[in-house]
């Protein structure tokens, strides 16, 4: 009975959900990220702000440095990327595509970890948590 029942289980399963899943939760956790991003830069550089600006002028700066940890958080996630990219689709013809589908479901998980222990109030992890967290996401292709 076994014998009969995998193989309908081997056609029926498929990766295209989990990479539809992995796409609109990367989608969500994106723009989710921004405002508690925001929120830790603000308590990381509120030293850093002189005294008598202006709430806009504050917000500018703070603005500023969001903006420049995103684009570090980006890179560290795009550029592992780029350079794994072509090595992991040329591999994956040769061994199939469900096992780099784990590894980066994996590697989802590890990230959504980071973003969750960095941008938590009760954990308050520092910023290159994410950075490497999302390091290892862009290696796995995620």
């Not at 289980?9 to 990479?19: A, H, R, Y």
């Not at 780029?82 to 589908?101: D, E, M």
């Not at 998980?109 to 109030?121: D, E, M, P, V």
Request: with cysteine; aromatic share 12%.
């Amino acid at each position: 009975m076994t014998d009969q029942f995998y193989p309908t289980f081997k056609k029926w399963v498929s990766v295209e959900p989990t990479l539809f899943f992995l796409q609109f939760s990367a989608a969500i956790t994106g723009s989710l990220m921004s405002s508690e991003l925001f929120r830790k830069i603000k308590e990381m550089y509120v030293d850093d702000i002189p005294a008598g600006l202006s709430d806009q002028d504050s917000d500018d700066i703070y603005k500023r440095h969001l903006i420049t940890w995103t684009i570090i958080i980006r890179a560290c996630s795009t550029l592992p990327t780029f350079l794994t990219g072509i090595w992991a689709g040329a591999y994956s013809q040769k061994v199939g595509r469900k096992p780099f589908v784990l590894i980066g479901s994996a590697s989802a998980a590890i990230n959504a970890l980071g973003i969750l222990l960095t941008l938590s109030n009760d954990v308050d992890a520092p910023l290159w948590v994410l950075l490497i967290t999302s390091s290892i996401a862009g290696v796995t292709g995620n």
